[in-house]
């Protein structure tokens, strides 16, 4: 169902892809929207239990296109590194493919709230202020990964 790469000698270990969804804090959450255009909204996320996690609004397109068509791609990307006296930057990405759905169960919710503020915020007492102050307004979503490529691109 989903394409090999076809540059095999650039693909990424399994490993390292999830290193790069571990450590890497955003990526661009690509949906089906309206009129079935493509819907790419940048996105933070957290990386729990082989499954990548984010937050939004009750309402809007992204809700909306979650809701209306339940599969997406998220893409990462590292800040990559440049070699002095060259124009380009050497990068890994990782593509992720799979069913998104967003999460109804309070408990889940607020677990997985949790692990996404505990990446970003400075304590966990942060984290859990914040998520008692916007639980009330936040979807979370879940995207199952179906499939998963990574790639180190080297221009040359």
């Not at 804090?25 to 940048?42: F, I, M, T």
């Not at 990462?76 to 593509?95: A, L, M, P, Q």
């Amino acid at each position: 169902m989903f394409r090999e790469m076809r540059r095999k000698k650039q693909e990424l270990s399994h490993d390292e892809c999830i290193d790069i969804l571990i450590n890497e804090p955003r990526g661009v959450l690509a949906l089906l929207g309206d009129e079935k255009y493509p819907y790419a909204v940048p996105m933070s996320h957290v990386y729990v239990d082989g499954k990548i996690y984010f937050h939004g609004a009750k309402t809007g397109h992204k809700r909306d296109a979650v809701t209306n068509y339940g599969k997406a791609s998220y893409c990462v990307i590292d800040n990559g590194v440049r070699n002095e006296g060259e124009w380009w930057y050497t990068f890994k990405s990782v593509i992720a493919f799979g069913k998104i759905r967003t999460i109804e169960n309070d408990g889940e919710k607020r677990e997985k709230l949790t692990h996404l503020g505990n990446k970003f915020f400075p304590s966990p007492e942060d984290t859990e202020n914040e998520i008692n102050r916007l639980i009330n307004k936040t979807e979370v979503y879940e995207l199952a990964i179906e499939h998963m490529s990574g790639k180190i691109t080297v221009e040359k």
